[in-house]
């Protein structure tokens, strides 16, 4: 701001012009186009995405390729950071902002990291480092251990489909009929290699995976020599 | 106009609200004022961040632990759904910056025009959300770990994959919620002629809320709809 007349620069509340020439920082306007310009980048990265994750289904059915799980996630991944920059910039400013602010914002996201890799350190490094521990978790998350009237000893799943059978009075060959109706409506067939899809589960609570679907692999991976006989 | 200008004499009632304002006492200058009050938003923000990176850090674990689950629940959501809950929230957060914008060039009926969008966007994230998404999901028994009753799961795990999704964007839902009354508020406000050139801090703040809200989904949905 270029400096004003005299009786023009009085200001009641800084009578000693302290901030008479820095009145005009901190408000920018940004331009209508600069925000259309990142709603349409905004748009088409979205179309992207599902763009990207569709693809590898119909690669799956069509051609049969197996694509690795990875992938898809770290294209979904890096996409929505793009996305989450731009939104973070331009519509909340942060490009044209006052540096306190980016700060506090960096800081941030550095404490989420720091959150989700001590995380994942310590899962990624259960058995490994204190084998004899191992043995100590039980299988979980299955819902074995709940406590209500006809639930408990057996998966929830499980339960509930039984309970679900006796309730509506169908034999197994009607009911497995019905499921086959159901997950033939999915748009995603399970994945062919389902056990490794997603992340080889090694140093994980050997545990964790004696039941279930994960039987086969707690075998391969988890109950070899060593790690029992502690 | 470049300079704000501060002194509150000499302004009648006929002047609109937003150039009548005075900031608090103890602060210099306006621009003190929304300045503290912007890194007051930023700190808050930040807390908002770290809520969400629990429910990331959960989906993180348990998509470790139970990859099936992960991959059978993701199929039973519709991405349509959710993409078009994207769409219509990076409109909303677009045109909310283009409400801020219409304050700060006293384009009042423009500000009016973006913030009603904005909080019909919001109206129709909800509605999509619970009538297409919720209700369907939560009548076939597909419901949070304990309450979980759907008889046609294929995999051991699968209530955990419910936990996860109905908390994750349950918790989004809320803070659509609770953005849509601060918008409806700031419409409210700005009829009045509370926000101008001057003086526009509550929307800055309830901007910067909105496209925090925008920033988590941005993440929720590939995570939840399109990765498996």
Redesign the interface.
């Known amino acids: 701001m270029a400096h004003a007349p005299a009786e023009h620069a009085y200001d009641p509340k800084d009578p000693h012009g302290f901030h008479a020439h820095d009145h005009d920082h901190g408000h920018v306007i940004v331009s209508w186009q600069t925000l259309l310009a990142v709603l349409v980048a905004l748009l088409i990265l979205t179309a992207l995405t599902i763009f990207q994750a569709q693809f590898e289904i119909h690669a799956d059915k069509t051609w049969g390729w197996d694509i690795p799980g990875w992938v898809n996630i770290v294209l979904a991944m890096v996409i929505a950071t793009i996305k989450g920059s731009l939104v973070v910039l331009f519509f909340m400013q942060l490009w044209y902002d006052k540096g306190v602010n980016t700060v506090l914002f960096l800081f941030t996201i550095f404490a989420v990291w720091l959150f989700l890799m001590f995380t994942m350190i310590d899962l990624s490094g259960r058995s490994t480092i204190v084998q004899w521990r191992g043995g100590e978790v039980v299988a979980g998350g299955s819902g074995v251990g709940i406590k209500r009237e006809g639930f408990g000893g057996s998966a929830l799943h499980v339960t509930v489909r039984e309970n679900y059978i006796a309730e509506q009075g169908y034999t197994q060959e009607e009911f497995d009929k019905k499921l086959a109706e159901k997950h033939a409506s999915h748009t995603r067939k399970p994945h062919g290699n389902s056990k490794d899809h997603s992340r080889v589960p090694t140093g994980l609570t050997p545990g964790l995976f004696s039941t279930g679907p994960w039987a086969e692999l707690a075998e391969d991976e988890h109950t070899g020599k060593g790690k029992s006989d502690h | 106009m ?3 200008d ?2 509150a ?1 000499g302004l009648t009632k006929q002047e609109p609200l937003w150039k009548r304002y005075v ?1 608090g006492h103890h ?3 306006q ?2 004022e ?2 503290a009050a ?2 007051g938003i ?2 808050f ?2 807390t908002e ?2 809520l969400f ?2 429910m ?2 959960a989906y ?9 689950a ?3 629940g ?3 959501l ?2 349509r759904f959710g ?1 078009i809950n ?2 219509v929230l ?2 909303s ?2 045109t909310i ?2 409400a801020i ?1 219409n304050v ?2 006293n384009q009042q009926k423009w500000a009016t025009i973006n913030l009603s969008i904005t909080w019909l966007c919001a109206a129709g994230f909800l509605a999509i959300k619970f009538i297409f998404e919720y209700g369907p999901k939560w009548a076939e ?1 597909k419901r949070i ?2 309450l ?13 994959w419910w936990s996860i999704y109905y908390m994750a964007t349950g918790v989004h839902a809320a803070h659509v919620l609770i953005g849509m009354g601060l918008i409806a508020w700031l419409i409210y406000r700005q009829r009045k002629g509370a926000y101008g050139p001057t003086h526009y801090t509550m929307m800055e703040g309830v ?2 809320y909105w ?2 809200v ?2 988590v989904w ?2 929720l ?3 939840l ?4």
């Open positions: 470049a300079t704000i501060t002194r004499s900031p602060w210099r200058t621009d003190d929304f300045d912007k890194i930023w700190l923000l930040a961040v770290l990176s629990g990331f850090c993180a674990v348990f998509r470790m632990l139970y990859p099936e992960i991959a059978a993701s199929g039973y519709d991405w993409g994207t769409v990076l409109i957060s677009f910056a283009m914008r700060q060039l028994g770990g304990n979980f009753s759907y008889p046609y799961a294929s995999t051991d795990h699968e209530h955990i901007g910067l496209h925090i925008d920033l941005i993440f949905f590939p995570l709809y399109l990765v498996h």
